[in-house]
Every structure is written in structure tokens, then in C-alpha cells.
């Protein structure tokens, strides 16, 4: 289904402030979650963008568990758990919904690993059992581009997912998408973000990307010290801060690495 004619999968993430006993501690005291009561999500694409520690991921997080999804990335199926301890902001947002989704997937890069290992071990699992039953069950990885993660670069990979894991009409939630990407398959990236758009899916992205932040059909949400704020691209830190380093960088270096 085209995005024209299907209403959104997610309209909005509302928290429901009422229902927290204590808000001075993580993640409610954050600035960007403190002054959140409601936050609309675009129907194409919506861009979480701030300083590093700003709480971007915090908040995709509390969507993908609240989704159903497994905090450490992934879909619904995958059960795998590391160190990580995600926060109790998931239990207090209610997503409004336009309509359920095909499918859903949480892309962290932080624990991009453990995901590849993750569907290596539910391979081989498969792979006995269709030796006991004779029979052919598709693998995992064959929706991953048929190769092991762990055979191909930390690009390669991430690469894989977006063109053959990810498709139409679903949720994606990705954060720091860049994270393994060159220059030149950013935009590759946003290349298949449009084809993913164009099939009806709606994507929720943090990033620190001016390549990856560039999807021109999009709500730029800035996460800073005084709360969340809609911004333009030519207001975001990413397009200021890579624009000026590049067009004077003798300047930038000059002040970076001077001496006083
Ligand atoms: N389990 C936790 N307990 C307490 N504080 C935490 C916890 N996890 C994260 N924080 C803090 O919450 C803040 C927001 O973290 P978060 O990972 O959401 O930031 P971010 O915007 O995604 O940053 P980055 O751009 O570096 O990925 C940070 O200051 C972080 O140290
Ligand atoms: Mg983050």
C-alpha cells in the first residue's frame, strides 16, 4: 500500500505523566522527557537529532519495547539479552496508532553484534530441524542477503539488513543507522529509505548524520536542554556544524588544535 493512501502506523507517543510515582530519577529527569507530554510522529520519516547523551535513544528504546520489539534490536522473535538495562520510560507512553503493522524492527548499532550472532544461533537451530523433518525451512540470514553477518564488514551488514531484511509496511525504528556506513552508502541508505517510504513504511531514525538526516519528507525533532523542538534541516546541529568545518576548515582547525 502507498503512504498517500494509508493513514500512518504511529501517530503520536503521548506519556502518560500520572501514572509515574517518581520523576526526579533516569529516565524521567531527562530535559528532553521532562517537558514530553505528546510528540507526532511524521508518516514517512521522523528524525530524532541532539547532543550526544540528549536522550534520543532513551526514547526510540521506550517505542521499540512498547512495539513489542526486544530492547536490544531486532523484531519480536529475537529473545536475545546482554548487559544492557533499558529503562521504565516504555511503560508509561502509549502509542496512538493509524494501524498495525506487517512488520517491525529495532536497529540499534551498539548491539548490532549480538543481533548477528543471534540469528547465526536461530540458523543452526533450523538447520536440525530440517534435518529431522526433511524438509526445507528458509533460513533467517536468506532475509539478511542469504550471507552471515559475521562474513561481511560492519557495513556490509548493515547494508544487508536495509536492502534485504528491511521492506513495505512496516515500522522501522534505527538509531545511529550511519554508525557503519561510508559517506557513499549513506546515501545509498537514503535511496532505499525512500523505496521503503514509497512502500508504505514509516521510519523513526536518531542519527548524527547530515547524509542520513537529509530525507526531505520528515519532521526533525532536536533534542536540547530546554525539551524537544521541531526543527529545519539548516537549523540542526549536523548540517550547521559539517557545513562550517567544511567550507573553512583551516579556520576550524585552527581553533581546534591551536595552541591557547
Ligand atoms: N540506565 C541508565 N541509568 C541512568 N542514566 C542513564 C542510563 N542509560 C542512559 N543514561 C543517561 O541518560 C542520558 C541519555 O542517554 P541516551 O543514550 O538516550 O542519549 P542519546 O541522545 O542517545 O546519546 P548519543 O547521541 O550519544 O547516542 C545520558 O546522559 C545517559 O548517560
Ligand atoms: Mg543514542
Not at 141 to 147: A, K, T
Request: hydrophobic share 40%.
Amino acid at each position: 500500500m502507498s503512504r498517500a493512501a494509508a493513514p500512518p502506523f504511529l501517530r503520536s507517543v503521548v506519556i502518560d505523566w500520572d501514572s509515574i510515582p517518581t520523576k526526579d530519577r533516569y529516565p524521567f529527569d531527562l530535559p528532553c522527557i521532562r517537558s514530553l507530554d505528546s510528540l507526532p510522529l511524521h508518516p514517512a520519516v521522523t528524525y530524532f537529532v541532539g547532543e550526544n547523551g540528549a536522550g534520543k535513544s532513551t526514547l526510540l528504546e521506550a517505542i521499540a519495547i512498547a512495539l513489542g520489539l526486544n530492547p536490544e534490536g531486532g523484531t519480536r522473535g529475537f529473545r536475545h539479552a546482554s548487559r544492557h538495562s533499558h529503562s521504565e520510560l516504555y511503560r508509561h507512553l502509549t502509542l496512538r496508532r493509524g494501524r498495525n503493522p506487517r512488520d517491525a524492527f529495532f536497529l540499534r548499532a551498539e548491539s548490532f553484534y549480538n543481533l548477528a550472532t543471534e540469528i547465526e544461533e536461530l540458523d543452526s537451530v533450523e538447520e536440525r530441524e530440517r534435518i529431522r523433518f526433511m524438509e526445507r525451512v528458509p533460513k533467517i540470514r536468506d532475509s539478511f542477503g542469504g550471507r552471515s553477518l559475521h562474513e561481511q564488514s560492519h557495513g556490509e551488514s548493515f547494508l544487508a539488513l536495509f536492502l534485504h531484511r528491511l521492506g513495505g509496511d512496516a515500522v522501522y525504528l534505527l538509531d545511529e543507522p550511519e554508525s557503519a556506513l561510508s559517506p557513499a552508502r549513506q546515501m545509498a541508505f537514503l535511496s532505499r529509505a525512500h523505496q521503503l517510504v514509497a512502500a508504505g513504511s514509516q521510519l523513526i531514525i536518531a542519527t548524527h548524520s547530515p547524509i542520513v538526516l537529509a530525507y526531505p519528507d520528515a519532521t526533525i525533532y532536536e533534542f536540547g536542554p530546554e525539551g524537544i523542538r521541531s526543527v529545519a534541516f539548516e537549523e540542526t546541529e549536523p548540517y550547521v556544524l559539517t557545513k562550517r568545518f567544511l567550507n573553512d576548515r583551516e579556520r576550524m582547525l585552527e581553533r581546534l588544535l591551536g595552541e591557547d
